[in-house]
């Protein structure tokens, strides 16, 4: 399945195609400007520089959180947008967690992506990886990093991966030669991570119209109207 892949959760702005079977063409930047700047242009010159056409594609998909609020809505807003033009496209939007455990895939045993939230606050998964193939074994979930780190299993290996991981190791499992880090290369977010994740599970494409984020957290206007109306 051709598959264009879209992420704007995070510091990177990412895009890539596969055809499921190779990775056709993939584009990261770490970026200061916004999303909405960055990512049509790139998925642009991503599909130019493959030769393909929107109505080639058969699949688009986004991340769907967690991440920036800004940023997961821009990518949704593109993937609904690029779908209104192609009404052939499926689409879905996929865990942000669960695509950076695609992006260690390779990796034998437990994988917890940990991302940065707010001091002392994270989102974090926990996946397991045998020949490729990545499952849920903890769903993903905002929490305090201390009480979560602190109850992990360790007795198998462990990889972690996202943004937050080499602090975690420092803090919580420097002596632990079962707890690895993710090469740096595969901390951050991958569009083509989402596309593997997808095409593992394509049951998973949506009507544009139910595209929705993930925050696993109210937003700031969620948490200020709760303020207001208590």
């Known amino acids: 399945m051709l598959t264009l892949g879209i992420d704007t959760s995070g510091k990177v702005a990412s895009a890539a195609v596969t055809d499921g079977e190779r990775l056709l063409a993939e584009k990261i930047l770490y970026t200061k400007l916004t999303h909405s700047q960055i990512i049509l242009p790139m998925v642009q010159e991503l599909l130019d520089d493959c030769g393909i056409g929107f109505k080639e594609l058969e699949?688009?998909?986004?991340?769907?959180?967690?991440?920036?609020?800004?940023?997961?809505?821009?990518?949704?807003?593109?993937?609904?947008?690029?779908?209104?033009?192609?009404?052939?496209?499926?689409?879905?939007?996929?865990?942000?967690?669960?695509?950076?455990?695609?992006?260690?895939?390779?990796?034998?045993?437990?994988?917890?992506?940990?991302?940065?939230?707010?001091?002392?606050?994270?989102?974090?998964?926990?996946?397991?990886?045998?020949?490729?193939?990545?499952?849920?074994?903890?769903?993903?979930?905002?929490?305090?990093?201390?009480?979560?780190?602190?109850?992990?299993?360790?007795?198998?290996?462990?990889?972690?991966?996202?943004?937050?991981?080499?602090?975690?190791?420092?803090?919580?499992?420097?002596?632990?030669?079962?707890?690895?880090?993710?090469?740096?290369?595969?901390?951050?977010?991958?569009?083509?991570?989402?596309?593997a994740a997808f095409l593992a599970a394509p049951e998973r494409a949506v009507p544009p119209a139910a595209l929705e984020a993930s925050y696993l957290q109210s937003t700031r206007a969620e948490k200020d109207k709760a303020h207001r109306d208590a």
């Open 59 to 195: 699949a688009v998909v986004c991340a769907a959180g967690p991440g920036s609020y800004t940023g997961l809505r821009i990518g949704i807003a593109a993937v609904k947008g690029i779908v209104m033009g192609a009404p052939h496209l499926k689409c879905a939007a996929v865990s942000t967690l669960e695509a950076l455990a695609f992006g260690v895939s390779a990796f034998q045993g437990k994988i917890v992506p940990v991302m940065y939230a707010r001091p002392k606050i994270v989102y974090a998964g926990c996946y397991e990886s045998r020949s490729g193939n990545v499952t849920v074994l903890d769903s993903d979930r905002v929490t305090d990093e201390e009480e979560y780190f602190s109850g992990l299993d360790t007795s198998v290996p462990v990889m972690l991966t996202g943004d937050r991981c080499e602090e975690i190791k420092r803090l919580y499992f420097l002596d632990n030669g079962n707890v690895l880090t993710a090469p740096v290369p595969d901390r951050l977010q991958r569009a083509s991570s989402l596309c």
